[in-house]
């Protein structure tokens, strides 16, 4: 890895202000989560929250949710990874950076940069660095202070798919070596940001993973 590409990348610098992304393959119980963690940061530490999902979360996106999610082709990496980064450039621009700037702010993401590099960036082959130079520049160059990756096994994730029984969209139609990809992809992400990226056991209780969470959190949230 390039160590001069890693210092192109910055993160919010607003007294207070926090920005955390929850990570994982389909049914780790990243939105479980989030909404837990939420409730903690507005009851008890008084924060403004602002929770959102990608792609998504401005009208642009969710238009660019649908197209990608709902397509009935399969696209070439590049045309996907463009795709997601659209719909992140304007969620930064829109709703992020805004609301970063409020003192005592904190935003919650359901998916970010590092599922680009999961799943465009190793399971689709378009390599790590490529991902990470084409969010070299602002507003895409701006990461997390704390990412929780939840870390569950391809059968787990299978199950709780199959539990959830709702029709298959565009990446749950993948093939399993697909999600092996991704799971590993994931897991090599942790040593590239050491510091940023904190590994969580998912295959436990809803309860025991919110607990480890938000163990974490306390520190980091005084
Ligand atoms: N994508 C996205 C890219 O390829 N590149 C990108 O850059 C970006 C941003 C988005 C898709 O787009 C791809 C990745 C995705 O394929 P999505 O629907 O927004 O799709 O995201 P998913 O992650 O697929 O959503 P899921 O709902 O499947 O996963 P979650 O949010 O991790 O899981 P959650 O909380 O909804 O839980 C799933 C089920 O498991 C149960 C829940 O009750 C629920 O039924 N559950 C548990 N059961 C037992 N034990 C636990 N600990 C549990 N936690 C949750």
Not at 22 to 45: C, D, P
Not at 208 to 219: H, N, P, T, Y
Request: net charge neutral; aromatic share 8%.
């Amino acid at each position: 890895m390039n160590p001069n590409l890693l210092n192109k990348f910055r993160t919010p610098e607003t007294p207070g202000s926090f920005f955390l992304s929850f990570e994982g393959i389909e049914g780790s119980g990243k939105t479980t989560q989030l909404k837990n963690i939420e409730s903690f940061l507005i009851n008890e530490k008084k924060k403004r929250v602002l929770v959102l999902r990608e792609p998504g979360g401005t009208i642009f996106g969710e238009k660019l949710r649908e197209a990608i999610l709902g397509s009935t082709v399969p696209l070439h990496p590049l045309a996907e990874c463009h795709l997601f980064l659209a719909s992140r450039a304007q969620l930064l621009h829109e709703k992020i950076l805004p609301f970063l700037l409020i003192p005592d702010s904190v935003v919650i993401l359901d998916r970010y940069v590092d599922s680009t590099l999961a799943y465009q960036g190793l399971a689709r082959g378009l390599g790590v660095e490529t991902i990470l130079t084409l969010h070299q520049h602002n507003p895409l160059n701006l990461l997390p202070h704390r990412t929780y990756f939840l870390d569950i096994s391809l059968e787990t994730s299978m199950e709780r798919q199959k539990k959830r029984g709702q029709e298959k969209d565009y990446f749950e139609s993948e093939k399993l070596e697909f999600y092996q990809k991704l799971i590993d992809g994931y897991r090599s992400l942790t040593s590239i940001f050491p510091d940023r990226i904190l590994k969580i056991d998912a295959s436990v209780t809803p309860e025991e993973v919110g607990k480890e969470i938000l163990s974490d959190l306390k520190k980091i949230i005084a």
